[in-house]
């Protein structure tokens, strides 16, 4: 479970969120990416670089 404050009106769609990765060119730990997105852009440095998202749903 998630702490800190939960947005029960979200102004999006619901199902989907931003993840957060380190940016690998300057180190930023907070770059916001987008699961169906295959790039991120790090809103420090201005680099896009490769997201992979986790695979929370593969087969086992
Ligand atoms: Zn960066």
């Known amino acids: ?3 800190g ?3 029960r009106t979200p102004k999006t769609q619901p199902n989907r ?3 957060y990765v380190t940016c ?3 180190g930023e ?3 916001e990416v ?4 295959p790039n991120a852009t790090c809103h420090q ?3 896009t670089f490769n997201y992979t998202p986790p695979a929370d749903c ?3």
């Open 58 to 60: 593969a087969s086992e």
């Open 34 to 37: 987008w699961g169906d997105q």
């Open 29 to 31: 730990p907070e770059v």
């Open 5 to 7: 404050a939960r947005l």
């Open 45 to 47: 440095c201005g680099q």
């Open 17 to 19: 969120y931003p993840d």
């Open 24 to 26: 690998p060119h300057c």
């Open 1 to 3: 479970m998630r702490v």
